[in-house]
């Protein structure tokens, strides 16, 4: 087992050697709640593939995940199925969870979620092409597993008291969005509907 102590871990990561899976606790709980763990889902990478799964112990009150980011819905959570993470440039990128996945101009792999305790931000920093399978359990808990192209896991938990805080923490590990001055907006004309010179 390594030692954790350093990063303020100790205790809260349990590794199980055979099957191989990780559980993470709420370092907030007093109760030692189980934020996330891997049991009994997929965990594997090669040269250019790579799947991991999670279960997310989600609070009762709000039973759902938010984010996989620039995919467009009809619910606040994300509902079960699959959904892809691609830069497809898709004029409709509505995500109904069915494959061929829609998504818009970019791939940012983030998604939070209530835990009993705290709010849990997970981003998975990763370019490759990737699938996200989500379903829910019978005991609440949402299931995700990813399958991308390549890469590595690479797995950012971000934990705090409310969502904002959370998205803060988001954004100061991969940078906040450029405020560009008033003058640079211009008029911009998107070309999707357009068919003709005389539509404009």
């Known amino acids: 087992m390594p030692d954790l102590s350093p990063f303020g871990w100790e205790g809260l990561l349990d590794i199980t050697q055979k ?7 709420d ?5 030692g709640a189980v934020l996330f763990d891997t049991m009994g889902l997929p965990l594997g990478f090669a040269e250019y593939f790579t799947r991991f799964g ?12 938010w984010g996989l980011g620039e995919q467009f819905g009809t619910d606040i959570f994300v509902k ?13 990128p509505v995500a109904t969870g069915q494959l061929p996945g829609a998504n818009a101009y970019g791939t940012h792999p983030f998604w939070m979620y209530k835990s009993k305790g ?24 949402k299931s995700l597993v990813t399958t991308t ?20 923490k988001y954004h100061n590990t991969i940078g906040t969005p450029v405020v560009i001055p008033r003058w640079a907006l211009g008029w911009h004309q ?6 003709s010179t005389a539509e404009l």
């Open 149 to 168: 192209t390549g890469g590595r896991i690479d797995l950012l938990v971000f934990i705090d008291v409310d969502p904002n805080s959370v998205i803060r």
């Open 118 to 141: 705290n709010f849990v931000g997970m981003f998975y920093n990763n370019v490759n092409a990737m699938d996200h399978v989500l379903k829910s359990g019978a005991d609440g808990a």
């Open 80 to 92: 079960d199925g699959i959904y892809t993470q691609w830069d497809a440039d898709r004029a409709d």
């Open 54 to 65: 999670l279960n997310m112990q989600t609070d009762k009150v709000t039973p759902g995940i």
């Open 19 to 25: 099957p191989f899976s990780l559980r993470v606790k």
């Open 27 to 31: 370092p907030k709980s007093k109760e």
């Open 190 to 195: 998107c070309r999707w509907g357009i068919k």
